[in-house]
């Protein structure tokens, strides 16, 4: 079964459906992933009340983890990959093998995708997800990599996949950046565009925090934080407390599902106008 659909003039990963099973099991919740330098940017102690107070259990939270793992792996990443190599055969078939997605520049595929006929119209809707990087070779490399299997197996926190027979380094993203960049993308492409946010990334400036941006830099309901890049570590703001999220391999995992969990129950299901329920999105199921 295809898990995208196309349109007359764009693609977009289709919202959540009934997913195939999910062979993937998670580590005792005890079995945190330590951090070496600073930890200034993380409280565990909070990270446990927070449950507590939510209600939320560690049972509850292993099962979420292993619905959102797979909901990425089919409704995002076996999606964009799908689409990047569909993209890349018919630049092959117009004689323009040289400037398949993974081999040019960003700038190069946008002029592609405006100068070239009909056929090259899906790139302008796969070039968000690739802003992530300049190094689109291990970019794109590292994307066919998460989209294998069901549940991106493959994830490292806080590394990524060899480059050129070298081991990961600093110079390229870490696994949970890319992630969180192409869930942001995902949900820029389904809310509504907004006069205010030009380049139509309303979810990535409206409901996404990056340091060296503080948490209260600007007032909002609600928001994805992230207080450090190296190692990566995301955090819930939810007006004006910062919920702090047990840091590791899942912590990308649990601050999206906390964010989910907090619209779920506090905001009915929306994301601003966008529902996330099954008429939507289909986005609720994955904390249920």
């Known amino acids: 079964k295809q898990w995208y659909q196309r349109r007359v003039r764009g693609w977009t ?13 998670l580590a005792s919740q005890n079995q945190s992933v330590a951090v070496a330098g600073d930890t200034s940017f993380y409280n565990q102690q909070a990270a446990d009340s927070l449950l507590e107070r939510l209600g939320v259990s560690g049972h509850s939270l292993d ?22 190599q569909t993209i890349n055969k018919t630049l092959e078939q117009i004689g323009s093998a040289e400037c398949r997605i993974g081999n040019a520049s960003t700038a190069v595929l946008s002029k592609i995708s405006t100068n070239k006929h009909e ?9 968000p997800y690739l802003e992530v990087s300049v190094n689109q070779e291990y970019l794109v490399k590292r994307i066919t990599q998460l989209a294998t299997g069901t549940c991106l197996g493959c994830f490292r926190w806080e590394g990524g996949g060899q480059y050129k027979n070298s081991p990961w380094n600093k110079e390229l993203p870490t696994d949970a950046q890319i992630v969180a960049h192409c869930v942001n993308t ?62 590791g391999r899942n ?38």
């Not at 990963?13 to 099991?25: A, D, G, I, V």
């Not at 099962?63 to 799908?82: E, G, M, P, S, V």
């Open 63 to 84: 099962t979420w983890t292993q619905n959102i793992r797979t909901w990425l792996a089919h409704t995002i990443f076996q999606n964009l990959d799908k689409e990047i």
């Open 13 to 25: 990963p289709r919202p959540s459906e009934t997913l195939p099973p999910r062979p993937y099991f």
């Open 186 to 247: 995902y949900l820029d492409s389904h809310l509504p565009r907004n006069p205010m946010y030009p380049e139509g990334r309303t979810f990535t400036t409206q409901y996404f925090v990056q340091t060296p941006s503080k948490a209260d830099s600007k007032k909002r309901e609600y928001a994805l934080f992230q207080s450090s890049i190296h190692p990566p570590h995301f955090k819930v703001l939810v007006g004006d407390e910062v919920w702090e999220v047990s840091k």
């Open 119 to 127: 056929h090259m119209a899906n790139i302008a809707k796969v070039l």
């Open 251 to 288: 912590n990308l995992f649990h601050s999206l599902l906390l964010l989910l969990f907090h619209l779920r129950d506090e905001e009915h299901g929306m994301l601003g106008p966008l529902n996330l329920g099954p008429t939507g999105l289909n986005m609720l199921w994955i904390v249920e």
